[in-house]
């Protein structure tokens, strides 16, 4: 089995590090996420019930849907394939999910 690198939240990213991910060659805005990372990503070193990982999820939902740089975020959370967060406004299982559906041949979604 061949493990990857877990993917780096565009919220974790440095600035620096925005252009070599998303495959631009300009600078791009900050990505919205930036000005609080827990909310996209969960808190780092406890367990989040279940009911307050949702809440957290829909307002990152509503923080991706105005960010200038949502659909480079789409790109990039689609071809990275993340485990955890909420990307572009989709959480992990989301874009699997998505992925699926857009990938023939594909059966099964962790």
């Known amino acids: 089995m061949v493990h990857r690198e877990r993917p780096i939240h ?15 060659d ?5 990505a919205e996420c ?3 990372p827990d909310l996209h990503t ?4 406890e367990i989040e019930p279940a009911e307050q990982r949702a809440a ?5 939902r509503e923080v991706c849907a105005a960010c200038p740089v ?3 975020c789409e ?9 955890y967060g909420v990307w572009a406004g989709r959480t992990a299982r989301e874009l699997a999910l998505l992925d699926a559906m857009l990938t023939p041949g594909l059966s099964e979604v962790a």
């Open 10 to 24: 565009p919220s974790r990213m440095l600035p620096e590090q925005w252009p070599a991910a998303w495959r631009i």
């Open 26 to 30: 300009h600078e791009p805005p900050p």
């Open 34 to 36: 930036v000005y609080d």
């Open 42 to 45: 969960g808190p780092a070193d």
């Open 56 to 60: 957290r999820e829909d307002v990152a």
């Open 70 to 72: 949502r659909a480079l």
């Open 75 to 83: 790109t990039y959370s689609m071809q990275v394939r993340p485990t």
